[in-house]
């Protein structure tokens, strides 16, 4: 099992930046890819970024260039800075964790294995 305990959200201006920090505990050698999702409120989770072991990363369309994806293997953390912020941007962002290898990085999209309560980023005008 693994626990994944988000940090980092809040309010912040349009333009403004915020840092999320995803720490994990249990059998974090196990795993080989974390990502980041958001939900907000009346629409689908999306995945907005992953990290592999290797790292390899991905993003979606709407956050690259603005967001960065990290992880500290040495202290089983993985990162979000979310730079030049849009209101539509406002969501729970939710920090996961997958154990499967060989998944194509576009894959990640439909879910991973442990997922942590999330954290809400509002970005406001």
């Known amino acids: 099992q693994v626990q994944l305990v988000e940090s980092g959200g809040g309010l912040v201006q349009a333009g403004g930046s915020l840092r999320l920090s995803c720490a994990s505990s249990?059998?974090?050698?196990?795993?080989?890819?974390m990502g980041w999702y958001r939900q907000a409120p009346g629409k689908q989770r999306e995945l907005v970024a992953v990290?592999?072991?290797?790292?390899?990363?991905d993003y979606a369309e709407s956050v690259k260039g603005r967001f960065t994806i990290s992880r500290d293997n040495a202290k089983n953390t993985v990162f979000l800075q979310m730079d030049s912020l849009k209101p539509e941007d406002t969501a729970v962002y939710y920090c996961a964790a997958d154990r499967r290898i060989g998944v194509p990085l576009h894959e990640y999209s439909s879910g991973m294995d442990y997922w942590g309560k999330g954290t809400l980023v509002t970005v406001s005008l």
């Open positions: 249990g059998k974090f050698f196990s795993i080989v890819a």
């Open positions: 990290i592999t072991r290797s790292p390899l990363t």
